[in-house]
T-cell receptor
């Protein structure tokens, strides 16, 4: 069974569109995260939720809105997509704050 | 703020060569340190970790020792294999309170290619 699963794996869309990426974890973890990996492989945290509550919100445009319907899910909605949003987005989860995180396989977002 | 600096890549080695990837950090509080590996087309996997000074993390022949005096966590392997080709990330997570708690700060990643 996949521990942290993201859908879709690939997302190709036009500039200006709105899209969502879904993430689910079956590890029973309390904390979930979204990271962005740019073309140079640099990884940066975007958001973190603990028990459905937002605890980390880095400097991210407000076009990005995370939503956590329950502890096992953390979705990422992006409005008015821009060329600079092209990246690989990773979801992760951990059992307790500051414990090793488990990552999904990533969603490669390409903006045309 | 917290930061992690890794040696510049890419690193290209022959099979059975010795590997070192340097990692140094700056952090407030007392960080936990991690090495993650990313194989092509996959997400990150935890390779090893250390949570306090002088701890040695090890896994799959890789080792790294938490050196508080030099703020370093260098990754080593005595004999690399072609299957070790991947991107390696050093990361830290601090025990400080507030919004930094639970946040991983990554180094820029080091691409390793091992040739037969």
């Amino acid at each position: 069974d996949t521990a942290v699963s993201q859908t879709p794996k690939y997302l190709v869309t036009q500039m200006g569109n709105d899209k969502s990426i879904k993430c689910e974890q079956n590890l029973g973890h309390d904390t979930m995260y979204w990271y962005k990996q740019d073309s140079k492989k640099f990884l940066k945290i975007m958001f973190s939720y603990n028990n459905k509550e937002l605890i980390i919100n880095e400097t991210v445009p407000n076009r990005f809105s995370p939503k956590s319907p329950d502890k096992a899910h953390l979705n990422l909605h992006i409005n008015s997509l821009e060329l600079g949003d092209s990246a690989v987005y990773f979801c992760a989860s951990s059992g307790q704050l500051n414990q090793p995180q488990h990552f999904g396989d990533g969603t490669r977002l390409s903006i045309l | 703020g917290d930061s992690v600096t890794q040696m510049e890549g890419p690193v290209t080695l022959s099979e059975e060569a010795f590997l070192t990837i340097n990692c140094t950090y700056t952090a407030t509080g007392y960080p936990s340190l991690f090495w993650y590996v990313q194989y092509p087309g996959e997400g990150l996997q935890l390779l090893l970790k250390a949570t306090k000074a002088d701890d040695k993390g090890s896994n799959k022949g890789f080792e790294a020792t938490y050196r508080k005096e030099t703020t370093s966590f260098h990754l080593e392997k005595g004999s690399v294999q072609v299957s070790d080709s991947a991107v390696y990330f050093c990361a830290l997570s601090t025990n400080a309170g507030g919004t930094s708690y639970g946040k991983l700060t990554f180094g820029q990643g080091t691409i390793l290619t091992v040739h037969p």
